[in-house]
Structure formats: C-alpha cells, structure tokens
C-alpha cells in the first residue's frame, strides 16, 4: 500500500541530509530516501571526507620529509596499502553510522533505494533488496548531487583508467600517473599519490592550474606542485587513449599544436562534475531542467513546480557541500511559509593541497572581468612570525576592497591552513565589514590570523611588519 509523507527529501548527501535533519527539528514529518545505507551522499563516501583523510596522511609524509631542513631526517616511509585503506574506510564508517543514529533520534524514515517520479505528488522507490515502496508526498526536495565528467568520445575499458571515486579506492600505489584536469580534485589526489611515491604528472588545457582562481594565490601552489610532482602540462589537450601492456598509451598535444605520447600505469580523469539531474519520471512533475543539466529554481530553491524545491550541485555552480547543507534550510523555511532566500554574499572555496588556497566573496579576477573598481591589500606570510616559526613562509593574505566605502568585499588566502582561516574572511564579507574593522580587532600573536589583521594594515598603509605607505590618491 502506498504510503505518505509530509516531506520527501531524494538524496542523502550534505544537501538532503541536511534538509531532512533541519525539517525534522522544526516538526514535520520527513521521509530520506538514498541508494547508500545511511546518509552521507557522495562527500562522506567517496568525496570530502575519504579524500580529506588521504590528504591529511600526505601531509604527514610531505612534513617527514621537510623535517631534514630543521635537523631531523627520518627513514623513507613504507606504506602499508589495506592499513591505509582501512583507515580511510573507517573514518567513513564512523561519520555516516552517526548520521544514521541521528536520522533515528529525528524519527526521520530512511528508506535504502533509489526514487523516480510517478507524477507530482507520488514516488515510487526501488528498493535495495528488489522491491518497491509507493510513497505520496506533500513537499519533495530533490538533492541529488553530481557525478564525475568524462572525456567525450575518449572513454576506453581498462582498470587503468579511473575516476575521482576509484581514486579513493587506492587500488595499488603506481609507479606514474596522469592526472587529466588541473582543477582542484585532480590537485588534491595528484598530490596524495606523489606523497606516497608516485611520480604524478598533470595535465591542464588551460594555461594555469586552478582555472577561475586568483593567479597570484595559484603561483605559490604551483611553485611548490612542480617541486613535488613530477611534471605539470599546461596549454595541453588530451586527444587519445589506448591501453598496452605497459599500461595507457596517452596521446596529448601541446601549446603549440605538438603532438607527443607517454605511457602511464594509470590514469586520472578529473575535468569536473555534471548535475545529476536524469531523475526519472522527473518529466512528469512540471519541474524544468535548464539546457546544462541544472534544475532550474528561484532564491528560495522552488522550482517550477511549487511544491518540488531542489538543492546542491543539481541546482547550480559552485558544487560545494557547504553551500548544499545552506540552501537545505532555506528550502525548509520556504516550504514551511518563511520569507527566505538563498542570498550569500560570500560562499568559501577551498583546495586542500599544500600549500592551500582558499577564497570566499569577490575576487580579484572577477572585479576585473566586471570592470569594477576595487583595491588590493596583501600581506606576505614571509614577514610573519608564526608562518617562520614553523617553515611555512610560502602564503600570502589579499583582501578585495571598496576603493570607497572600504568594505571588504572578497579575502584571498594561500598557505599552511588557509582552509581554517578564510572562515573569518567568510564573516568579514558577510557582514560587511570595513577594512578598520579588521584591522582594529586584535589578533592573538603569534598565529597565522595575524595576516587578516595584517591585510588590513596594509591598506591603510601602516602595516607592523611589513612597509608599504599607502599610495596617494591622483
């Protein structure tokens, strides 16, 4: 018999699991529907966080190795493969077991199976064990994220071959790999395989990695990336692939149209994601898919069909967990009658390579691009005490501001955890905050969130620790 619902969230992910929790709290009655066994979507399975506990071991192994130039040297690391595996495996154990115990304290109905659309006020949910569950809904929000791009008309069968989730698998440790993509995925796991003894090599068709992210916060990533991998191609285009005994044969061409071949044991396809946006029977609800595959919504997440809202990666740019789980509660709201909408003025984004780069509200490049006037204030972590005191003077702090009012309006960050600091950048903007603001608030010394303060100085042209007099205006 078929069963109803109040909500129905479809997608278990940061997103839905998070508008589940949310409806949940405020009293209604919610049914989560995902093909996983508890919540967690694709960030706590196979994106986030498995990808986060790989690099975090990176990190360990890149700082083994940095620790010569303070007088310590330690034996090359021997990796023990399953013993990694499990490690990672078992942080997402935990993490979405525990989002299963609160589903439960929520009374939230999880049900295990993948959702398609009868029509628009009915599912039908094909059941992991083969079944099927019929559920009636008053209110859906679809959250059904992304998947990985492929290469058109380059896809070849081979083992060899993987994407960012069989990546995360850690099959074997290769001897090379081609990492396709210079964008952040492709970065973060090139650079966990280089740690543990792969030579990686990237290729970018672009003529910069991190393409759409300040050039200046890029250039300390790339100096080191080129030390610690082993070849980086920009300008270079991908046009074959072809599997051999000796594993993928790569043909590539160059800048300037140069065509050439290498051969690696495996090869990463990282060139972006795409809206997972083919639910079926979705057609029959009246919601409208735009002609990139994104469900299209208004401020407050509702689609075309009022009682459907959607949110996360299927809705738009940027793909990012942080800004899903926020337009969960906007759509809760708006599904309970609140005047609400999705309006940030700075969404964060972070690569948590080493060094990081991390950036939140206007950028540089943007303000360019729309011919906006803004000042620029950097700080150089070479002139901190923190940043020297533990060998990691390679980062820089920028704050985007209103030549006029003097609002912050975008903060730029790359260095050692510039992934804890752009939270209070993220704030800054939020809150429209003046650069005094910033720079009156005292910071505790010595730390690295000296360089916000220190940014700010800079305007104003008195920066402590570093000298550079505010220029005059003509």
Not at 193 to 219: F, H, I, Q, S, W
């Amino acid at each position: 018999m078929t069963s109803s619902t109040q909500l129905v969230v479809i997608g278990g992910g940061p997103g839905g699991y998070a508008a589940a929790f949310y409806a949940a709290d405020l009293g209604m009655q919610v049914t989560l529907v995902d093909m996983e066994p508890n919540p967690g979507g694709v960030c706590l399975y196979r994106g986030c966080i498995p990808s986060k506990a790989l690099l975090h071991v990176a990190k360990v192994a890149s700082e083994a190795k940095h620790a010569a130039n303070w007088g310590l040297t330690y034996a090359a690391p021997k990796v023990d493969l399953d013993k990694l595996r499990s490690f990672k495996d078992g942080v997402v154990t935990k993490l979405t077991a525990g989002l299963g115990q609160l589903s439960k304290q929520r009374n939230i109905s999880f049900i295990q199976g993948k959702a398609s659309f009868v029509d628009a006020g009915n599912i039908s949910i094909e059941l992991a064990d083969g079944g099927s569950h019929p559920l009636s809904f008053e209110h859906a929000i679809i959250a059904t994220g992304s998947y990985p791009t492929t290469i058109p008309g380059l896809s070849i069968t081979s083992e060899r071959l993987m994407d960012s989730t069989r990546a995360l698998d850690l099959p074997e440790i290769p001897r090379s790999l081609l990492v396709v993509g210079g964008g952040y995925i492709g970065l973060e796991l090139g650079s966990v395989y280089a740690a543990l003894g792969t030579k990686v090599t990237v290729v970018e068709m672009t003529d910069g990695l991190l393409p759409g992210a300040d050039r200046d916060l890029v250039t300390f990533l790339a100096r080191r990336l080129a030390a610690t991998l082993d070849t980086i191609l920009l300008k270079t285009r991908v046009v074959g692939m072809k599997e051999t005994k000796k594993g993928i044969a790569v043909s590539m061409v160059g800048a300037e149209d140069t065509p050439s071949e290498q051969t690696f044991d495996r090869v990463l396809v990282s060139i972006g994601r795409r809206p997972n946006s083919n639910v079926p029977g979705l057609d029959r609800t009246g919601v409208v898919v735009g002609e990139r595959g994104f469900i299209t919504v208004d401020a407050a997440m509702r689609t075309a069909a009022p009682h459907i809202f959607a949110i996360g990666d299927v809705v738009g740019e940027p793909m990012l967990a942080h800004k899903a789980s926020h337009e969960a509660k906007v759509a809760v709201e708006a599904i309970l009658g609140h005047k609400v909408a999705f309006e940030p003025q700075a969404i964060p984004a972070v690569v948590f390579t080493d060094p990081e780069v991390a950036w939140c509200g206007l950028t540089e490049s943007e303000a360019k691009r729309q011919g906006r006037k803004v000042e620029i204030a950097k700080f150089p972590w070479a002139a901190l005490g923190r940043a020297l005191a533990i060998d990691r003077p390679d980062g820089m702090t920028k704050l985007v501001i209103d030549p006029e009012t003097e609002r912050i309006l975008g903060v730029g960050i790359v260095g050692a955890g510039a992934g804890e600091l752009i939270a209070e950048g993220v704030l800054a903007v939020e809150m429209a905050a003046l650069a005094s603001d910033l720079k009156l608030s005292i910071h505790p010394h010595p730390t690295m969130s000296e360089t916000l303060m220190e940014a700010a100085e800079v305007f104003f042209g008195h920066s402590t620790h570093v000298y550079r007099p505010k220029r005059k205006k003509s």
